[in-house]
């Protein structure tokens, strides 16, 4: 179903045939703080156009008359099947925006066949989340109490079945976000804050700790430098995420694209990477795996399906990016995941594309 603050009669997934589309109804059925926290990024919101900026900096080279027929879109990460490699990244207070918070989120990935990310800041937590399909699910925690708090969460975390844990590095404190200073508002899990500090004091042994005692695979969300995932593999870290929180921590990073390389080489292959921003079409992802990740987040872009059709606008967005991966692949000549590599890739300046991915969205809404 919609999102709340709607009156608006939802509209069939399947009238939605670009995710554009899905985004124009997002923003009719947001008002103007939640569409502010959701779209925004932290100060000049440079490191959010950065993301965008990288992935239109790799052009394809495509090769040709190679019985593209059949293309094969799924793989397996971490033990978990993906219909499509994409993922559907972990965002706090996901109630502002769709009913059901973040089980409608697990709930369109699970069913379309793909990997959820739970945020431990979003109703209506870890029990009743896992409770919303039976698929596979990895949970994102966010250090909010000392080492008995952890230790309860991790708990939690592994009798509900979810199959990995992510701990988000990139947010030792909550940044300077003026959209939402703009509109006075913060979201529902901000206001009255509970234990910010323990954030901020979160440290590698802390999250070694966590590894030790999780009995399921743990990484590290916000990876930025080979430097630090050289670090996190010593210490066993079961894969890589590179983010910068979609632009919404650090201002002036670099887009993540831009970092990807750097890292897959420091990686050389010894566990899978995950990137996320402004991943927002197939063949966005399909430069995310042609630089050697194995799967892409996507976070506005879930937010903007789930807003504007509950689960189904979740499921139609997967739907979509599906035919966009199958298409761009197919047009470059690759049959299978495994086909995808940096040969098929070319540095071009950027920004290519001021109008951003979706020139035909009105200027007022463009991403
Ligand atoms: C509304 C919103 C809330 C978010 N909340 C969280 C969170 O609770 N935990 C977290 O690790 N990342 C959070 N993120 C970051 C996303 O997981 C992801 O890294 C980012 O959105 C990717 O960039 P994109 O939005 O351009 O796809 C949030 C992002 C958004 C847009």
């Excluded at 430097?227 to 079961?238: K, T, W």
Aim: charge should be neutral; charged fraction near 20%.
């Amino acid at each position: 179903m919609p999102g709340p603050g709607t009156n608006n009669p939802p509209r069939p997934a399947d009238s939605y045939f670009t995710a554009a589309e899905l985004i124009e109804d997002a923003f009719n059925r947001m008002n103007e703080s939640v569409w502010g926290y959701v779209a925004g990024g932290a100060e000049s919101e440079t490191s959010k156009r950065r993301n965008r900026d990288a992935l239109d900096s790799w052009a394809f080279r495509a090769r040709i008359l190679r019985r593209v027929d059949k293309v094969e879109t799924s793989s397996t990460l971490l033990g978990s099947k993906l219909r499509i490699p994409v993922l559907f990244a972990p965002m706090g207070s996901m109630d502002v925006f769709v009913d059901g918070g973040g089980a409608a989120g697990v709930e369109a990935a699970c069913r379309f066949g793909t990997l959820p990310i739970l945020s431990s800041v979003t109703p209506p937590g870890i029990e009743a989340t896992a409770k919303s399909h039976p698929g596979d699910k990895w949970f994102q925690l966010y250090i909010r109490g000392d080492d008995a708090w952890i230790f309860d969460m991790v708990r939690q975390v592994r009798q509900a079945g979810y199959k990995a844990l992510l701990l988000t590095v990139d947010t030792a404190v909550y940044s300077i976000r003026e959209r939402q200073i703009a509109q006075r508002w913060l979201p529902p899990t901000k206001r009255g804050d509970q234990g910010p500090e323990y954030q901020a004091m979160f440290d590698w042994d802390t999250a070694a700790r966590i590894k030790d005692m999780a009995g399921i695979p743990v990484f590290l969300k916000g990876i930025q430098t080979a430097e630090d995932a050289e670090i996190s593999m010593q210490r066993g870290f079961d894969a890589i995420y590179v983010s910068n929180h979609g632009g919404r921590q650090l201002d002036h990073s670099l887009g993540t694209l831009d970092i990807l390389p750097e890292i897959v080489e420091a990686a050389k292959g010894r566990v899978p990477v995950i990137v996320d921003g402004a991943v927002s079409r197939g063949s966005d992802v399909v430069k995310a795996l042609a630089l050697g990740a194995s799967a892409v987040g996507v976070g506005r872009l879930q937010a903007y399906a789930l807003a504007a059709a509950g689960v189904e606008g979740g499921m139609r967005l997967l739907e979509i990016f599906e035919k966009e991966i199958v298409t761009t692949m197919a047009l470059l000549g690759a049959r299978s995941l495994g086909e995808l590599n940096a040969s098929l890739l070319r540095a071009v300046p950027p920004p290519s594309n001021p109008d951003g991915p979706f020139p035909h969205l009105p200027a007022h809404i463009r991403l």
